[in-house]
């Protein structure tokens, strides 16, 4: 609702546009499921594909739930649902170990959880790539995505885990591919963090 | 029962099967018993049973193994939930439970399956089927070998003393640097995988 406001205050402003107004997209529901950018998902999608992505771990979020829906509804990507990110992070580096191209999807507070394996994947070398959702700076509208916000990018840094922070969906394909190369090249994990505007409508219900 | 004796058994019908094994004194006596390049020794806890369990499932028509202490396992039990929600026929899971913190320190901390904590239960709980506890080295051999020949995910609970602490300290070391093992490993299952093409 909050975020409903901000965009209605702002277009009533006479300032610049809205996204949602250059877009020309549909209202976002004031309640229900969110309303995803669904060119953003078949991005997402396109590039798994383009990268040889072959076995996909996520823990449910919100911001990242329409990439894991569309993964599991066209049933091309071996998908597992874990209990813990870390334990996600594990199970996708031990398919790469056995020969899959393994992608873990999951919220920025997952990474939180995450520094240890993190850390053995890059001394085992033995990488997985990482979408993450959130990040420290765009379009945190929620205190209680707090820590969510402030936990991911440290710890990738600390642990000098390469990552890029999205912020054109005209990019996503691209990055993911790219990312592969890196991981595949370097033996590195690759963190891809997605802020809200990049998957989800401006203003759309979170 | 003792540890070594159930780890020797296993290695002798492990016929390279990839395996994770966590922290610990396992790690020696299955170097010591055979070394092979599918292996990870000494994966950070909690981390062996789910990195076994992406193997598995990357991996199915391989027998994957796991093992674990009674305090790795404990340290992120909810694995087993993960485990039984997609049933990996594959995958086998062994607990060696001695009720303490057998390599830290002293070793004297106990665990809490010292005061009644029962991991078979927990798999049970979580939904596995193919649960044993077993108490002797007799029983452990039977269910090993019923395990390495039926469908799985097996969740098997040896109860061991802690008399090999003693014997297994000592100036060991392993085949292979963490810095490797990756490499190795994933080197050799690719090979593998390309020769059954």
Known sequence: ?206 | MNRTDVLRYVASLRNGDPMIISPGLANYAIAEAKDEPLTIYNMDMPYATPMALGMALGWPERRVIAIEGDGSLLAGPGVLSTVARYQPKNLVIFVFDNGAYLTTGSGKAPTATAFGTDIEQLGRAAGLLNTRTVHNLDAAKDVISVAFTEQGPWLIVAKVDKQDRPAERGPHSLPVYVFEAGLIFHRTALRERAAKK
């Open chain 1, 1 to 206: 609702m909050w975020g409903m406001a901000m965009a209605e205050k702002r277009k009533g402003s006479g300032g610049s546009k809205t996204m949602r107004e250059q877009t020309g997209s549909a209202p976002a529901p004031r309640s229900g499921s969110p309303s995803y950018r669904q060119e953003s998902l078949e991005s997402f999608y396109e590039g798994f594909k383009a990268a040889g992505i072959d076995f996909a771990v996520f823990l449910p979020d919100s911001m990242l739930d329409g990439v894991e829906q569309l993964i599991l509804e066209r049933g091309e990507i071996a998908a597992y649902q874990c209990s813990r990110e870390d334990e996600g992070i594990a199970m996708a580096m031990g398919a790469f170990l056995v020969g899959k191209r393994s992608v873990t999807l999951m919220e920025g507070s997952g990474i939180g959880m995450s520094a240890l394996i993190l850390a053995r994947g890059i001394v085992q070398k033995t990488p997985t790539m990482l979408i993450i959702g959130h990040n420290s700076t765009l379009g945190e509208r929620y205190d209680y995505h707090g820590a969510t916000r402030l936990v991911a990018e440290p710890v990738l840094r600390a642990l000098s885990i390469p990552y890029h922070v999205l912020y054109d969906p005209a990019h996503i394909r691209n990055v993911v591919i790219e990312a592969q190369a890196t991981i595949e090249g370097q033996r590195l994990p690759f963190g891809i963090l997605v802020p809200s505007h990049v998957i989800r409508e401006i203003g759309a219900s979170r």
